[in-house]
Nanobody, 123 residues
């Protein structure tokens, strides 16, 4: 079983910064892609940024130039550096990972979500 755990959320002022972390643990053989999503009450969960195992990153338009996604493949950890925060960045942020895990003698795909971390931005 693969589990993901986010940390680093909290309260920031508008214009400030926060850094989120996502640590993956379990019988991980590889993680091909990891991503950050965010969700506000009453709305769908939206993709914020994705990063592949070779470091290719993509961002949702409203965070380009402000957020930076990165990962430490050796440690199965992903980060989201959030700068120039705005009130509309406030949400619960979730990490997601997809890759391969071992199940007995077999190598099988997995997709896992973290439980989320709250980001609040004061104006």
């Amino acid at each position: 079983q693969v589990t993901l755990a986010e940390s680093g959320g909290g309260l920031a002022q508008a214009g400030g910064s926060l850094r989120l972390s996502c640590a993956a643990s379990g019988r991980i053989l590889s993680i091909s892609v990891m991503g950050w999503y965010r969700e506000v009450p009453g709305k769908q969960r939206d993709l914020v940024a994705l990063i592949t195992s070779d470091g290719n990153a993509n961002y949702e338009d409203t965070v380009k130039g402000r957020f930076t996604i990165s990962r430490d493949n050796a440690g199965n950890t992903m980060y989201l550096q959030m700068n120039s925060l705005r009130p509309d960045d406030a949400a619960v942020y979730y990490c997601k990972g997809a890759g391969e895990t071992r199940w007995g003698a077999a190598q099988v795909p997995f997709t896992a979500w973290g439980r989320g971390t709250q980001v609040t931005v004061s104006s």
